[in-house]
C-alpha cells in the first residue's frame, strides 16, 4: 500500500488515512491543526515535537534527527563548513608531524583535540540549538543560530578544557573510570548551549541525566557515528592509495567533518528527549507529594 508524510508532524501513514488539505496530506492528528495554520496564514509553520512522553528508542531517534535534517539541512551544512573548512585549512598549515611514531600520534591527537575545543564547539553548539528551534516548532536560521553560538563560545571552551582535565586525570589514575565519566559528559557541549549553564554545573548536568542510562547513551553514541567513521575509513583508504594534493586532504577532512553532523543532531534529539522525560517525572514526583 502507498505511503505518504504527513506535512505537519513528518510520520508516514497509509494514503487511505491520510487527509488531503489542498496539495498536502495529514494525519487525522494534525489536519485541526493545519486547518487552523490556513486560517491564519501560516501553512507552512512547523510544528513542535513532542519529547517528554517517553524515551525514544534508537530507530526513533534517528528517525527524528533524519526529519529534521531533512528540514534544516541547508542551515546545518552551513554551520559545518563554516567552522570547518577553516579549521581543517588551519591544521594543514601547521608543521608536519612524524606519525610514525607513537609519541607523533599522540602530539597530532592533542593539536586536533586543541583546534576542536577552539572551533569545533562553535559548530556543536550552533548546531544544538538549531535541533531546539525545530523541535520546539521554530524555524530556525543561520545568522541566529551562529549568533547564538558566539554568546555561548568562551564559556564553552572553558568547560570543554575543564572536562578534557577531569578526564585525562581519571584515565591518568585508573583507566577504567576516565572512560566511565567520558561517558557521562557526553551531554556537556549540548547542556552549555541550551540549558544555559557552564563548568562543573553542565558537567553535572550532563552526568545526572545519563546516570542510569550509561550503558545505553554511550551504545547510541556509537551507533550515531557509524555514518561518520565510514566515511572516515573512505578517506583514509583514499589518503593511502593515491596520495592525494593538500587540497584533495583538506576536501576529505571537512568530508568527514560533515559527516560528524548527523551524529550531533541525533544526539541533541537525544539529550532534548531524555532531558523532557526527566523533568516530566519530576513533575510528577512532587505531584505526588503534593508539593
Known amino acids: 500500500m502507498q505511503s505518504v508524510t504527513c506535512h505537519i508532524c513528518g510520520r508516514e501513514m497509509p494514503a487511505d488515512e491520510a487527509a488531503t488539505v489542498g496539495e498536502r496530506a495529514v494525519c487525522g492528528v494534525c489536519k485541526p491543526v493545519f486547518l487552523q495554520r490556513i486560517m491564519d496564514g501560516e501553512p507552512d509553520a512547523p510544528a513542535p515535537m513532542e519529547m517528554g512522553v517517553r524515551e525514544l528508542g534508537f530507530w526513533e531517534t534517528v528517525r527524528t534527527g533524519w526529519r529534521i535534517l531533512r528540514q534544516d539541512w541547508l542551515a546545518l551544512l552551513g554551520v559545518k563548513l563554516l567552522v570547518a573548512v577553516p579549521a581543517e585549512y588551519l591544521l594543514l598549515q601547521l608543521p608536519a608531524i612524524d606519525e610514525e611514531t607513537l609519541a607523533g600520534v599522540g602530539r597530532s591527537f592533542r593539536r586536533e583535540q586543541l583546534i576542536e575545543s577552539l572551533l569545533g564547539v562553535i559548530a556543536t553548539l550552533a548546531v544544538a540549538w538549531l535541533v531546539r528551534e525545530r523541535i520546539e516548532g521554530r524555524r530556525p536560521s543561520l545568522p541566529a543560530a551562529l549568533g547564538h553560538s558566539a554568546r555561548r563560545w568562551p564559556v564553552a571552551v572553558l568547560t570543554g578544557w575543564l572536562e578534557g582535565i577531569v578526564t585525562v586525570l581519571l584515565m591518568l589514575l585508573l583507566i577504567v573510570p576516565g572512560v566511565i565519566y567520558a561517558g557521562y559528559f557526553t551531554f556537556t557541549t549540548i547542556v552549555v548551549s541550551l540549558r544555559g549553564c557552564a563548568g562543573t554545573r553542565a558537567l553535572d548536568y550532563s552526568r545526572r541525566l545519563v546516570k ?11 551507533g550515531f557515528a557509524l555514518p561518520m567513521i565510514v566515511v572516515a575509513l573512505v ?18 577532512n571537512v568530508a568527514i567533518s560533515v559527516a560528524l553532523l548527523f551524529p550531533t543532531v541525533c544526539l541533541t534529539v537525544l539529550f532534548l528527549n531524555l532531558d523532557a522525560v526527566a523533568k516530566a517525572r519530576e513533575s510528577v514526583g512532587e505531584k505526588a507529594l503534593g508539593r
Open 212 to 222: 542510569g542510562r550509561w550503558w545505553r547513551v554511550v551504545g547510541y553514541s556509537l
Open 235 to 252: 578517506v583514509g583508504f583514499l589518503d593511502e592509495e593515491l596520495a592525494p594534493h593538500p587540497g584533495a586532504v583538506l576536501a576529505g
